[in-house]
């Protein structure tokens, strides 16, 4: 997958990608908006029309499987490296991200965060999401 644009937003802020048809992503992005204190990222549910246009490199069957992050120079990260630096951009989210630094939490954050969106609709989303365990 090649770099994401810019897209047409000229301001520093972090472009967040989720599902806005699934309950429980939605409810995270709710935490993560009220935790976002300085107004590090744009929210932006895959479904938006705006989407394929502002991102065109970023394939829909990677949007609908985990949550994007683009950062404001273009920078892509997706699923727990998306989390990993979510946590590092938030105020409240700084104490957790050194988990991530440990040895091997890396492979296990990438895991967990797989088995999470495979079992979404076990977990508060429902059969729309099109992702199954």
């Known amino acids: 997958m090649g770099e994401p644009s810019r897209g047409t937003h000229d301001d520093a ?6 599902d806005g ?3 429980m992503c939605v409810r995270w992005m709710g935490r993560v908006r009220h935790w976002d204190e ?6 932006l549910p895959l479904q938006d029309p705006s ?10 069957e990677s949007l609908r499987r ?7 120079d273009g920078r ?13 951009l938030l105020p409240l989210g700084r104490w957790l ?12 954050a990438d895991r967990v965060y797989r088995r999470v969106a495979e079992n ?3 977990l508060g989303c429902g059969p729309h999401c099109g992702v199954s365990g």
Do not use: K, N
């Open 120 to 122: 979404r609709t076990r």
């Open 38 to 43: 300085h107004g590090s990222f744009e929210y």
């Open 97 to 108: 991200g050194w988990l991530f630094r440990l040895p091997l939490a890396r492979p296990i």
């Open 13 to 18: 802020r972090h472009v967040l990608i989720f």
């Open 51 to 60: 989407v394929p246009d502002r991102f065109p490199a970023l394939e829909p």
């Open 21 to 23: 048809a699934c309950p």
């Open 76 to 88: 892509l990260w997706t699923g727990a490296a998306a989390v990993e630096r979510i946590l590092d």
């Open 66 to 72: 985990e949550m994007h992050l683009i950062g404001p």
